[in-house]
């Protein structure tokens, strides 16, 4: 089993920079593929962006391609959402989730494809 607890959500102007982490606890970090979704109010839960387990496949929704880019750190069992140039409506709680599996290059885009999530973080993203 792993446990994922987010962090570094807040309130962020329109055009700065947000770092979300994503620390796991348990074993075998490595064993995940990792993703970050997010929920906005009336809104269905979305694949924001998704990262296989050794990082060389990862994945964005078109809305935030250019703009955000998602990491991990194996070694730290984190993974990170870079978000820059963000804009109102990033605004959501995001999550980050993961999946057990055997391949490596591998990522997941579906919620149901994750056995694990964290608690969420919140994004305001001001104009």
């Known amino acids: 089993q792993v446990q994922l607890v987010e962090s570094g959500g807040g309130l962020v102007q329109a055009g700065g920079s947000l770092k979300l982490s994503c620390a796991a606890s348990g074993r075998a970090f490595e064993m995940y593929a990792m993703g970050w979704f997010r929920q906005a109010p009336g809104k269905e839960r979305e694949c924001v962006s998704a990262i296989s387990r050794n990082g060389e496949s990862t994945y964005y929704t078109n809305s935030v391609k250019g703009r955000f880019n998602i990491s991990r750190d194996n070694a730290k069992n984190t993974v990170y959402l870079q978000m820059n140039s963000p804009q109102p409506e990033d605004t959501a709680v995001y999550y980050c989730?993961?999946?057990?599996?055997?391949?490596?290059?591998?990522?997941?885009?579906?919620?149901?494809?994750?056995?694990?999530w964290g608690q969420g973080t919140q994004v305001t993203v001001s104009s």
């Open positions: 989730a993961a999946r057990a599996t055997p391949n490596v290059t591998t990522r997941f885009l579906q919620g149901y494809d994750y056995n694990y």
